[in-house]
């Protein structure tokens, strides 16, 4: 984050954050719900 302030680009695509926010969420689904849940991308 620190070298994000200081260059001013971001050290991730954000495609590559929606992803890993997109695998919290199955986790999340998958302990509710007891089943596998599918992480499309």
């Known amino acids: 984050m620190v070298e994000m302030f200081k ?3 971001e050290p991730r695509s954000h495609e590559s ?3 890993g926010v ?6 999340e689904k998958s302990v509710a719900s007891g089943q ?6």
Do not use: N, P
């Open 17 to 19: 954050i929606l992803h």
């Open 7 to 9: 260059t001013g680009k």
């Open 36 to 41: 596998w849940e599918e992480v499309r991308s």
């Open 22 to 27: 997109a695998v919290l969420e199955a986790l």
